[in-house]
C-alpha cells in the first residue's frame, strides 16, 4: 500500500468520525484536499531521475492526420486541433482566449468541451447555466474549494476576467455540441496504485494494486493520449463495489440524507431547462461540485436549491453518487 493511499484513507476515516459539520470546518480551515484528496488533487513530486519529454518530437495520435511538435501542445498556444471535424468551428475565445486573464477555453476543457476530471465538460451543458456559472465567479459566487489545485484556481481568475459577450459567445459553442461518452465506470475491491501528476491520477507503471477504500479512481485510458490532449480519449473510473446501485437509490429517493436529484437534473439526469446534465460526467468533477456546494464555495444564483440535497452528505454518498451518474449514458 502506498504512502499517499494510507494518508488518503486516513483523512477520510477522520471526515467520517468527526461528522460532516466539522468535517466542512476542517475544509474551510485546510483546504478540500484534507477530506476528499482523491477529487481535489495536489500533485505529487516529479519521480526521481524523471526524463522531460523531448519538446522537438512530431507527435500524433490516433484517428487524427493531424502531426505537430511536441512543444506546441502548450497553453499559450490554444487547443491541438487534433480532430477539427468533431466539432464547430473555434470562436476566437475558445481557440485563442480573450485577452489579459482569458486563457483559450478549448485547451483545458478541449475543443470538444469533452473536459477532463480536473476540470468541466462543457458540451451539451444549457448555454443559460455556463453563462450564470462565468457570472458567479466574476461576482465572487463561486471559489475553488482547494486553492491549491491548479485548474479551478485558474477557471477563477478567468472567470474574474472574462467579459459577458466571451462567456455568451464559448456558452454558445460549447452547448452546441453534443457530450458522448466519455468516463468508463469500473465497480471493483482494488485498483492500480496511482500517483498524483497534471492534476489527475495517473497509473504507476508497475505498481501493483491497492484497497479502493471509499473514493473514486478517475484514469485516463490512455495517458500518453490525455497528456497530448487528445479530445477523443476517454477516462475509466474505479469505484467500489455497489456503489451504482446504492448511488440510483440515492438519487431517485433523496436515501436517509438528500432529496431526489431527479427533481431538477431531469429523470434522466440530462439536464431540465438551464439545470445542468450530470449522465455520464466525471465523477471527479461533480464530486468537487457536490462538496463545494455543502461548504458555500458554490454559493451562486442557483445554489439554495441544492441546499437540501447536499447539506447532510457524507463522503460516501458522495462516492455513491457520483458513481451513478457517471454511469449513464449522457
Not at 437540501?308 to 449513464?328: G, K, R
Request: aromatic share 6%.
Amino acid at each position: 500500500m502506498s504512502k499517499r493511499f494510507a494518508t488518503a484513507m486516513a483523512a477520510l476515516g477522520a471526515a467520517a468520525a468527526v461528522g460532516t459539520a466539522v468535517a466542512v470546518v476542517q475544509a474551510q480551515q485546510e483546504g478540500a484536499n484534507a477530506v476528499i484528496p482523491w477529487a481535489y488533487v495536489l500533485n505529487d513530486p516529479a519521480p526521481e531521475g524523471a526524463e522531460a519529454p523531448d519538446p522537438a518530437e512530431v507527435v500524433t495520435v490516433p484517428g487524427s492526420s493531424v502531426s505537430m511538435p511536441r512543444s506546441a501542445i502548450n497553453i499559450n498556444s490554444g487547443p491541438p486541433d487534433w480532430h477539427p471535424d468533431g466539432h464547430p468551428p473555434m470562436p476566437e475565445v475558445v481557440a485563442r482566449g480573450g485577452g489579459e486573464g482569458v486563457t483559450a477555453c478549448g485547451y483545458c476543457h478541449l475543443p470538444n468541451g469533452q473536459g477532463k476530471p480536473e476540470n468541466a465538460g462543457l458540451a451539451g451543458q444549457p448555454a443559460a447555466y455556463i453563462v450564470q456559472q462565468m457570472e458567479d465567479w466574476r461576482n465572487g459566487l463561486r471559489r475553488p474549494g482547494e486553492p491549491r489545485m491548479g485548474p479551478p484556481s485558474f477557471m477563477e481568475r478567468i472567470g474574474l476576467a472574462a467579459t459577458d459577450e466571451q462567456a455568451r459567445v464559448a456558452a454558445e459553442y460549447f452547448s452546441s455540441i453534443d457530450f458522448t461518452p466519455w468516463v468508463r465506470v469500473v465497480e471493483t475491491d482494488d485498483v492500480p496504485e496511482t500517483r498524483f501528476a497534471g492534476w489527475i491520477h495517473q497509473v504507476v507503471e508497475g505498481g501493483g494494486m491497492e484497497p479502493i477504500g471509499t473514493r473514486v479512481v478517475e484514469v485516463p485510458e490512455n495517458l500518453r493520449r490525455t497528456e497530448l490532449r487528445d479530445d477523443s480519449s476517454g477516462f475509466i473510473a474505479y469505484v467500489p463495489m455497489g456503489a451504482v446501485a446504492r448511488g440510483r437509490e440515492i438519487v431517485a429517493t433523496g436515501g436517509e440524507r438528500s432529496v431526489a436529484c431527479t427533481t431538477c437534473h431531469g429523470a434522466d439526469l440530462r439536464g431540465l431547462g438551464p439545470v445542468p446534465a450530470l449522465a455520464g460526467r466525471s465523477p471527479s468533477y461533480v464530486a468537487r461540485q457536490l462538496y463545494d456546494l455543502q461548504t458555500g464555495m458554490r454559493n451562486g444564483a442557483w445554489s439554495d436549491l441544492m441546499d437540501a440535497a447536499v447539506e447532510n452528505l457524507t463522503v460516501e454518498d458522495i462516492v455513491n453518487i457520483v458513481a451513478y451518474t457517471a454511469s449513464l449514458e449522457p
